[in-house]
């Protein structure tokens, strides 16, 4: 997609160029027929010039396979302006020196091959044009050397001017493009980390649940053979713990579906948000979270395992660093679904703003750092959606956006 994108903006390029091609033969023909007096053969001149209209109306449609469609053009432009030389004067024209612009920009656009074989079609058409061209003759009082002077000297002014503005157009959509390659390399890249964080989590999940399920059959065992209440509560609090290990290892499988029942279900915006604060605070024992809806009416959609993950997530980053008082705020912009999870912590670095949803880029001083936040960014643009973090007077805040039609009930019902 990128490369025809840039491709189209250079035959665009191309086809801009014919257009000032043909009004400046037009009149530099409309200047030696007319003010110099000079007879020319305009029929067949301007019959060039006919062909050359059609072949840019024709290249409007030409882009699937640009670099043949750049080529045969440029071949045409070559012999074109071969004609119109041969017709007015051959290798004595000054304007011989404009087969040095086809020449420049087959060599930034066209593989080598054709570059030399462009410049092998210029030195047979150079070539030729000596013994074989229209000889006109000057009228009284005028002199071949001044008006050659004169005419390659105006050649050279609009060879320079057009190849250096059309050269740094070109060089622009050429930039544009190598960013654009850029920005999809470092995201094959991320998606790559992912892919293997994703393996290595779902294979620590499966060794992880035996001795979990073994752990807690014993806790249970246990709790009913001691009598001490506070060995009890103890024994309650590691079970508690117990669960919620079980729960994320239950997550992960069901994640990277391995875990029965992790197809999407039906459920409401509210329905979700209520349950969602429910278990995250309830796992973490948590009083201070504050949950304000004002997504206004309900509506249908189909919850995926991913949405949560992501959200919990957020909200475990801004308990790490605001363990006190964290707000989650659901809002509806338009058809997109906005959650903002706000903090009282210390608030992003300048460096991790800058650099914000990349893999290790953490002020977390562990292993896995920075990793929630990438997953969830890499996650939320693989929905459509966008995270913008931002600092507030006091804490820091992050929004997450995502299309409604992402989570849409009939999306997933076709």
């Not at 931002?390 to 804490?395: E, K, L, S």
Request: charged share 20%.
């Amino acid at each position: 997609m990128t490369d025809e994108v840039a491709d189209g903006r250079n035959l665009n390029l191309l086809v801009q160029l014919r257009w000032l091609a043909v009004a400046g033969q037009i009149a530099a023909i409309s200047v030696v027929h007319i003010f110099l007096g000079i007879n020319l053969p305009l029929v067949p001149m301007y019959g060039v010039l006919a062909v050359l209209i059609v072949m840019n109306l024709i290249s409007r449609t030409r882009f699937r396979n640009w670099r043949w469609a750049a080529a045969s053009e440029m071949v045409v432009d070559v012999l074109a302006l071969t004609t119109q030389l041969a017709l007015s004067g051959g290798a004595t024209n000054p304007f011989t020196i404009l087969y040095l612009l086809q020449i420049t920009l087959s060599a930034v656009l066209l593989p080598r091959a054709v570059t030399w074989a462009l410049v092998g079609l210029v030195v047979v058409m150079l070539g030729l044009l000596i013994p074989f061209h229209y000889t006109f003759t000057l009228p009284e009082g005028l002199e071949l050397f001044p008006i050659y002077i004169i005419g390659l000297m105006f050649a050279l002014v609009v060879d320079a001017v057009l190849i250096a503005a059309f050269m740094t157009r070109i060089t622009a959509n050429l930039r544009d493009r190598t960013q654009r390659l850029a920005i999809m390399h470092q995201r094959a890249v991320e998606e790559d980390q992912i892919v293997r964080m994703g393996l290595f989590a779902s294979g620590a999940a499966h060794e992880l649940g035996t001795p979990l399920a073994s752990i807690s059959v014993i806790l249970g065992d246990w709790r009913h053979s001691v009598t001490d209440p506070e060995q009890r509560e103890e024994i309650a609090a590691m079970q508690k713990a117990v669960d919620r290990c079980k729960a994320i290892v239950t997550g992960i499988l069901m994640t990277s579906g391995e875990a029965r029942g992790e197809s999407p279900h039906p459920t409401t915006v509210h329905r979700f948000i209520e349950q969602l604060a429910e278990d995250w605070a309830d796992l973490r024992d948590f009083e201070g979270l504050i949950v304000r809806n004002d997504f206004g009416p309900d509506m249908q959609i189909v919850l995926d395992t991913t949405l949560t993950k992501m959200l919990m997530n957020v909200l475990d980053n801004a308990y790490e660093v605001s363990p006190q008082w964290v707000r989650l705020t659901v809002e509806r912009a338009g058809d997109d679904l906005v959650l903002i999870v706000e903090d009282r912590g210390p608030g992003f670095t300048p460096e991790i703003l800058a650099d914000i949803g990349r893999p290790y880029r953490s002020t977390k001083d562990r292993p896995g750092r920075g990793l929630g936040l990438f997953l969830t960014v890499s996650a939320l643009r693989k929905l459509g959606g966008d995270v913008i973090v931002a600092n507030r007077p006091r804490g820091a805040e992050v929004t997450l956006r995502l299309p409604l039609e992402s989570l849409a009930l009939r999306r997933h019902d076709a």
